[in-house]
């Protein structure tokens, strides 16, 4: 009893004594600073524009940069620079660094940071390192935050200024020296110095770098997939950016080893989450990894295994091959830099829409970087990992992570002014590799082309079955599926049935969207089974449409087999409205330049979609082909165009082949 008296006695005094602590004065609140940005855009990336890319980089430039680190000679770095960040952020009576507990850090604390960096070190143990685990990279051997004043908007939690990146687990290392304590290491990876734990890094030799860096790797596409064991224990959260060395595969999962914290451990991870470095620049792939990106907090300098705006582009990129630096200024410098800073609003949009290419163009202001993904009725859009937009009374009104915005978010709220949109503070664009030449190319239709949902399209459109290779037909019947000869886009050399659908199509994107020539290729063994295989065949499955019934009422020819008559009279049905709706659309309808015609392609022996009676030439004074025209021009409306797109026509515009006078039916493209 007595020990309990004197226990509560003690509590009491403990508190008494708290309560005389002064308290710090808090001279502002964060009421009305911040306040949550509304999206204009659903934070989905199926809500992206398509891709019109179906490129490869070899992948070669990224790991160059990434093993680097093996061949860093200290002979050759500066201190100065290397820690750059202890005259950076140092004690000063003027500005204070202020610490979790909201309070000024002393000169005590960066006092015991410089003594623990151990600098006389610096270089004497110049070893080769991997990381064991996902790891920060701390500017001071510390894992104490440094805030600049928390009292003031963009400040405080996530800007910790003691936090340069986030690494993932197998991230090669150079190790200049340990800290004094022993407990961190001071090392470099692709782009910067900075301290890392002794405990998340492992020490090679250097016959173990030089095989490590050897390896076949692997790309994560969903991030933070958890990676296990082969009895199916964890192992560690694999990251977007990461590489993987593995050595084997089955149909499910890769195989592979790394290094953790508790050794060396052999691993699996599905294929659904991860494929064979690099990824295919595709549509696909982009939308796949952008999905397990978007929504993910803000984290400055990667802090809590979050990532800013310049470490979200470097690790996204990462897993298609492509190398960038680690902050914004230094990515904004790759590539073809376009100046729009001195330019309004109008123009800066005009330009973009010109000159920069979806998913390989930058954009830059002061502190912050984006990746443009296209336009829509929205505006120009990019995706980009984003704190906030300024406000009239020097708040922030958050965005607050990974998100798919217009450039003129905020744009109409009372409190934000235009001034400080993402659009007027834009001060560059930069437009990346051309994915072109030896480093980089254009993929072959039928290569590294993840066919599973375009094999599933092929089979809902023309009621096949695909299997072992072959195309199956009603009766049984089949032909070949994949022919493994690499083709062009419009494959002169003739197109396999998996050609068909291997480019992207931009069904219901703006006009402006980049041009390919999805489409082109056709397989007309297939559109002969369907179809109808000669002329006279063609004919017995021809139906009449009737167009445009209210304003032309003219009789076309269309084949009635597998929808496509039906899909004609829909988009008849559908602009007839619209006409009533605008008169100057009937201008580009009228006088249709046919359909069913048993012909060729100009210039070629491969039989025209016309043969099969499933395309439609509109009003051939209105329109521009790149037989004709050495320059494209588009005058078709978008209505029209997009009326076509939705019953499953691919509209001829589209091709970098142009002829926007063509519709044709294609329902595997959709």
Known sequence: MKNKILSVFFLLFLLGCSQKVPQVSLDQTFKGRITLLDFELPQDANFLPQSMLSASFSGDDLLKNRFSVYDINVKNVKQDEAFWAFNTYKFSEKKSYFGSNFRPVKKAWFDKQRQNANFNEFGKLSAHAITTANTALRNFPSSDPLFYNPQLPGEGYPFDYAQSSTLSIAHPLFV??????????????????????????????????????????????????????????????ARVGVLLGFNAEDKENFYGEVITRAGVRKYKISKHASGKFPLAFDDENIRILSQSLLNQPYGWGGVNNLRDCSLFLKDLMSSFGFWLPRNSGAQAKMGKKIELQNLNAKEKIKLIKEQGVPYMTL?????????????????????????????????????????????????????????????????????????????????????????????????????????????????????????FIKKDSECSVGADVQDMNALPYAALMPLNASLNDSGRCRNYELLGKIYGDNKEAVRENLTDVVWLKDFLGLKLKFNSKNGAAKALNAVSQELNE?????????????????????????????????????????NVKQSHYWRWHKVYKNQIPEAIVHTFEKHKFIWGGRWEHFDTMHFEYRPEMF
């Open 176 to 237: 200049s020296h340990f800290s004094l304590d022993k407990a961190w290491v001071f090392v470099k990876d692709d782009t910067v110095w900075g301290w890392i734990k002794s405990e998340d890094i492992k020490i090679l030799t250097k016959q173990e770098s030089s095989k490590y860096k050897k390896q076949n790797f692997l790309a994560v596409k969903i991030d933070n997939t958890p990676v296990y064991d082969l009895e199916g224990g964890f192992l560690f959260y």
């Open 578 to 618: 619209l006409i009533k709706q605008d008169s100057s659309l009937l201008e580009f309808l009228k006088d249709p330049a046919g359909t069913f015609n048993w012909r060729v392609i100009a210039g070629t022996n491969r039989p025209s979609a016309h043969s099969y009676g499933i395309a439609i030439d509109v």
């Open 363 to 483: 954009f830059h202001l002061p502190g912050h970087i984006m990746l443009y993904v296209g336009t829509s009725n929205e505006g120009v859009l990019a995706l980009h990992d984003a704190w906030g937009v300024r406000t009239k009374d020097n708040g922030r009104a958050l965005m607050g992570g990974v998100v798919l915005t217009t450039l003129e978010i905020g744009k109409g709220r009372g409190d934000i002014d235009d001034k400080n949109l993402l659009l007027s503070k834009v001060i560059s664009m930069n437009i990346l590799q051309t994915p072109s030449g030896k480093k980089s190319e254009i993929l072959p239709l039928n290569s590294k082309i993840d066919m599973k949902e375009k094999i599933s399209k092929l089979q809902d459109a023309y009621g096949v079955r695909i299997e072992d290779n072959l195309v199956y037909f009603s009766d049984e019947s089949h032909i070949v599926f994949n022919d």
